[in-house]
């Protein structure tokens, strides 16, 4: 087994738990960490693709996974952000519970 293999077997086991977590579990904080744990996994692809690929030597797989933890700074940021007004509307985090959009 190469170790490019290694790192995709890891990387696919992360986003397996991930989805099981954002589709499964009903409380908001646990489906934002799935959804956290799913991009982890994409960027772990990044590298492992950028390290075992032709031109390690360029930068990009790094570039991208910079912009990524970017992109899931600003969402995790904007979805705490959601549940801290959730739960000061409703006084629950429960997903089944927060069903209607009225102001």
């Known amino acids: ?5 290694g790192y995709l077997l890891l990387s696919a086991f992360l ?3 991930g989805l099981a977590g954002a589709l499964t579990r009903r409380n908001a904080i646990i489906v934002l ?6 991009l982890n996994a994409a960027n772990l692809n990044f590298i492992a693709f950028w390290r ?13 996974v ?12 904007v979805g705490l952000a959601l549940i801290i007004a ?3 509307h409703y006084k629950t985090t429960n997903l089944d519970e927060v069903n209607t959009l009225k102001g």
Not at 1 to 5: A, D, E, Y
Not at 33 to 38: C, N, P, R, S, T
Not at 56 to 61: I, K, Q, Y
């Open 86 to 88: 959730i739960y000061r």
């Open 52 to 64: 075992y690929g032709e031109n390690p030597e360029v930068l990009t797989g790094i570039m991208f």
């Open 66 to 77: 910079i912009f990524a933890i970017a992109v899931a700074a600003a969402e995790a940021a």
């Open 33 to 38: 960490i799935g959804i956290e744990l799913m």
């Open 1 to 5: 087994m190469t170790p490019l293999v």
């Open 15 to 17: 986003f397996a738990i």
